[in-house]
């Protein structure tokens, strides 16, 4: 985990660097100069006898006893000068800003091992290499521009893309983004992506930690630490946007007519995020809109009110908000809403959106920002677009919202749209703290996108009626393949998953007592004939034993029968269960209908397993298709409950199945609280 | 339409000018003086004798002969004023700013009215009231900024909305957007966007006019019109985008069971957009990207090349490109390639994305472009990403992407993300007539959204079959409300649309006599009994004459059988076809498969009667449903030019028939070329 020495260093040296700052070495001593960081600051160098008026060392053994290395030089000088370090400078904490390790050849990586394994034995950390560096309350280890303003309830940041992270930097920025630490952590040698959180979850508190999160990461190497840490951070309080770059490639694989092989690598990423309760962006500003997002009090209903000045925008941000399910309700008529009016200037309108016109002042504004707070109990947040045809100054606009922002308890979202023509009011808005959004649909699918995003779930393992040492027992018992039926029926038996029941009989009386056992409808099936149907071998709604013993006796007369087989009558609407093991993440679920629905819509929700009961529900309940399983049209639908327990059971049972690596129940047949497994495959590999 | 006084006044005064230029009046004329309008300029003031060393009038009567008025004085003086103008100074252009007439009150809506009146005798032009003014080569008619720099070969730009117009410049401008004429038509009184386009289409110069036009709409007043010429312009080479704003508040109303009422008016806009062929947006941001998009050559193919110095970035636009349906093929391994890898430094990829580091320099990325321009000759287009982490000057870089975007054919998109770090880079980038595409992922989805749009239909009415004076005929002999069965027969025979026929027979010669008429496979069924299926009185499948004999003389023995009904046997796939009338619009189709396919799943696709064979397929090919209707999994599918053909019928039919404001084919059944439409419902207002 990242240490003291790499946080809050007594000093730091810079190792490589250069009077030019145009090379990394240069620039990166300057930003910690000149972003006033207050311990020791050395340089090595060994041309120059002094950089930047900063005291220079021509070889590292020069160095006194040093907190952190930042080093800036050739890969393969690396793992002698790390070596020299932690051995005998003490240096616990390594910065490696150099390129030319494991992305670029074998020789690198061995270096990059070394590295590692030296940092390691002194229980030193190891960020990078072939990273910018970090940034921190205490000093600006990167050698990139633009740094940001540093603000400790701002944004914390983990990066596993050095130039990425720029950019993202600079998409947040004129938004008015703030950021506490950045870290770029490049190749992950030592640590990752996994272990910032790691970091940023056991240390967090409240009072004084970021409470918002930035990731950008191209890879997850462990899925479950990620898991942990995102989901725990969540569950404090504070608020995580990711991107999780590289879907299509994914996403772009051969489809297989396989329902359980169709997760691919993504979907198991999609399934993470919201079983963490990250929001899942696809592209820089949506990051950093949705980072802006979270610096605002959580939206507690999805009631907005839209106040604009301008009708257009407010239009659009309706359009916008109502396609992802927010709402922006009229409101009620009452003597309030009449007072308000009256405050407004002719024309205005009070319905939702609140337009107050291109004439309206600050002093409606405030009026209006106060209704919505105070009186209009049914909205939830308000968003305001005030922008500038030129004419008159928004100064005080502006500093009323700003004003309101601080002080209501409803998040109030700004939309100021004139970024040039009141560029400076716009950036004194911003520069007192606040956050802007210039365009109001970018915003608007943003906060659907937050709003519609789940908590993190909880991680109980369900385990009522899982028989844990009987699905070992029959796993270890199987060989690698697909499972045969018994063993497949045992194993879903363990975990209490119903399952078309089925027995062979050969006597008329034994086919009564299968009957009590299977229970009634029943199927009836000659066993022998090769087409059966032709024949008239197969007897559907058998309701009672006397047509249990006259369906026995014609069939047993059919030529080529030698036995009956009789089993449960499933009907119903069609589903499927499906699941496949992702290295490292596990299983990924699926449920959906079967047939059609999963082939030509894709209509298919996913999960991690092991689930929890919300989260199983959610996964029906996103289905397309929810309004069919629900009920639809006088046909009868399937208890949600109940689908949503056998989900469940199934993602328990493979916690402790790791050997199954595809599994396929379709269809399962429901009607009601009656959900019955018809078919299943599970293919083992150990 | 509009007249040359309007675009090339050879005198403007403006009625209600001011020395303070917070005002509209002040600030348009300081606007006209700034932007060094050549013509004679006047000011009308009561008050002041100098406005902004303007000669200035007392009164509009003292005024000399004028081209153009500019009215920002209160409305009631308005209607006056015009009446003066055109009269007695031979004005025949009026741009007026002021507001409070139709949006406001009755009275406003009559002194409206009266200037509509005034300048129609004049055979002149008003653009407004209550808007922001014109942007045209020779002037700034706007009362507010920014005035963007004008560029006859940049985009024209027509808003219904003048702080929307303003909104949207703003989001433009810092993109790199040019504007050649921008009008913002206010209330639309005389002169709308409609009628903005009319002038665009009949004075379209390949060679001189803007190739790219923007529209902002909240309502389309005369689709008819606005179809015509926009589909016009794009046929003459033009590239439109559109915003049409309010689309929840239709897309909210409640859903109709019936499914040709699920027709919105927002379904019309959506039909009409995509007839035309304009691209159509949803916010400001998109609207100006796509704007941005179409000053590049069009993309021919759906091959792109990723360039970049930053690994995240292009994984984001490959994945936001490939969702969209554009592709980011492997380049083949030739000799061009190896040598090209030659070029670039070691870890570089030339695979696609092509990534030649952060350390990839001018010569490099030249090379690269001219490989992909030259050699690699499935490349379509190619996006550049380059930003700084702010060490090196990109001075250089951005020169030779310049450059190359002005000399090769292929169109070269670029993103130069560091707009903070080489901020004064991007604005010579820009300044140089370039645009820029800040974000990769905006520009994925502009990309693929302006690839899929379709181009415009063409004119023609298919009418081959289609028999409009027994159209006529039966429509008129029709009563208001849902037509009686034979009625529709009728009219579905006139328009050859394939019905299932059936004929009521009492003998069983006149059964045989039926059959041959209607051929095989049959449908026969008792006439009489109310539970037909339950006396057997139903016999699926006939398919000869000797099994009609044999089941005409075993149905008649039926109890209370009468005769039988003979009907053709449909049966496939379940198709449906709907239509409903829009006030203004005229019809909108739409097709699906049936039953939940368009109820739950929402699968339908629409188009606006009189529909073409292209019009037609694309809405079946955009249908999720497209790989069923298309044969699925052994499962015969539909011959699509027989459905297309049905739906093209039908919609040249509805063109003749205005008075049908509701049809609803449900459902059709198809199996290969053989489609029957089994029941119809049609309802009539006249």
Redesign the interface.
């Known amino acids: 985990m990242l240490n003291k020495q790499l946080l809050s260093p007594k000093s730091i040296a810079v190792i490589g660097a250069s009077n030019d700052?145009?090379?990394?070495g240069g620039?990166i001593l300057l930003n910690l100069q000149e972003h006033k960081y207050k311990g020791k600051l050395y340089a090595v160098n060994p041309r120059d006898p002094e950089i930047q008026g900063i005291k220079t060392f021509a070889k590292v053994d020069e160095l006194p006893m040093i907190d952190l290395a930042i080093l800036a030089i050739p890969a393969k000088l690396c793992p002698q000068t790390v070596e020299i370090l932690a051995h005998t400078k003490k240096t616990k904490a390594f910065i490696v800003i150099s390129a030319g390790f494991s992305?670029?050849s074998e020789q690198g990586a061995e270096w990059e091992r070394q590295m590692v394994e030296t940092v390691k034995s002194v229980g030193g950390v190891l960020i990078g290499p072939n990273c910018?560096g970090a940034l921190t309350p205490e000093y600006a280890g990167v050698?990139?521009?633009?740094i940001p303003k540093f603000d400790p309830k701002g944004c914390d940041f983990v990066s596993?893309?050095?130039?990425?992270a720029?950019?993202i930097m600079?998409?947040g920025?004129?938004k008015g983004l703030h950021f506490a630490n950045v870290f770029s952590v490049g190749n992950s040698a030592q640590i990752g992506v996994e272990e910032v959180l790691e970091y940023w979850d056991k240390t967090y508190d409240p009072e004084t930690s970021a409470p918002v999160k930035m990731l950008?990461v191209?890879s997850i190497h462990n899925p479950d630490k990620f898991l942990w840490h995102a989901s725990s951070l969540i569950r404090k309080g504070c608020k995580i946007a990711g991107?999780k770059?590289?879907?299509?490639?994914a996403?772009?694989r051969a489809a297989s007519s396989h329902t359980g092989a169709m997760t691919s690598s993504d979907s198991a990423v999609e399934a993470l995020f919201r079983k963490a309760g990250i929001v899942r962006c696809?592209?820089?500003?949506?990051l950093t809109t949705v980072a802006s997002i979270f610096m605002f009090e959580e939206l507690k209903g999805k009631n907005m009110a839209i106040i604009t000045?301008?009708?257009?925008?407010a239009?659009?941000l309706?359009?916008?908000?109502?396609?992802g399910g927010l709402r922006i309700p009229r409101l009620p008529d009452t003597k309030v809403k009449a007072a308000l009016k009256d405050k407004l200037f002719?024309?205005s309108s009070v319905e939702n959106p609140i337009d107050f016109l291109?004439t309206g002042n600050a002093e409606q504004l405030g009026a209006i920002i106060d209704a919505c707070e105070n009186d209009f109990d049914d909205i939830d947040g308000m968003a305001v677009i005030f922008?500038s045809?030129?004419?008159?100054?928004v100064t005080d606009v502006y500093k009323v919202l700003s004003d309101k922002m601080k002080t209501c308890k409803k998040p109030i979202y700004p939309i100021l749209?004139?970024?040039?023509?009141v560029q400076k009011d716009v950036a004194y808005f911003i520069s007192s703290g606040n956050v802007n959004f210039?365009?109001?649909?970018?915003l608007g699918r943003a906060l659907t996108k937050v709003y519609r995003t789940p908590k993190p779930s909880d991680e109980n393992i369900y385990l009522e009626g899982v028989d844990v040492a009987e699905i070992r027992r029959v796993v270890e018992s199987c060989e690698n393949g697909y499972m045969p039926p018994e063993k497949i029926h045992a194993l879903l038996k363990a975990a209490s998953i119903p399952f078309a029941q089925e027995r062979v009989v050969q006597s008329v009386d034994e086919a009564a007592e299968a009957a009590k056992e299977l229970g009634f409808p029943l199927v009836m099936k000659v066993v022998g004939p090769v087409h059966k149907t032709e024949v008239g071998g197969v007897s559907l709604n058998i309701r009672d034993e006397d047509m249990v013993r006259k369906e026995f006796a014609r069939l047993m007369k059919i030529k080529g029968t030698t036995a009956v087989l009789m089993a449960e009558q499933a009907e119903g609407i069609e589903l499927f269960i499906g699941a496949s093991y992702q290295d490292k993440f596990g299983h990924v679920m699926l449920c959906g209908m079967g047939g059609?629905f999963v082939?030509?819509?894709k209509?298919v929700t996913s999960g991690l397993a092991p689930l929890t009961f919300p989260e199983a529900h959610s996964m029906i309940r996103n289905l397309?298709?929810y309004?069919?399983i629900n009920g639809?049209?006088g046909m009868e639908g399937v208890d949600k409950d109940k689908f949503a327990e056998i989900i469940v059971r199934l993602s328990s049972m493979l916690r402790f199945a790791v050997e199954i690596k595809e599994m396929d129940l379709n269809p399962l047949l429901g009607k009601g609280d009656r959900i019955l497994a018809v078919d299943a495959r599970i293919r083992i590999e150990k």
């Open positions: 700052v145009s090379k990394p620039k992305e670029e910018i050698f990139t521009s633009p596993g893309s050095g130039a990425t720029v950019f600079e998409s920025i004129p950008y191209e991107i770059a590289g879907s299509s490639e996403g772009s696809y592209g820089r500003e949506e000045h301008a009708g257009g925008p239009v659009m309706t359009d916008a908000l109502e396609d002719p024309g291109a922008g045809p030129g004419l008159q100054p749209p004139s970024v040039i023509n210039p365009d109001e649909v970018l059609i082939e030509v819509f209509d397309k298709a309004k069919i639809y049209r």
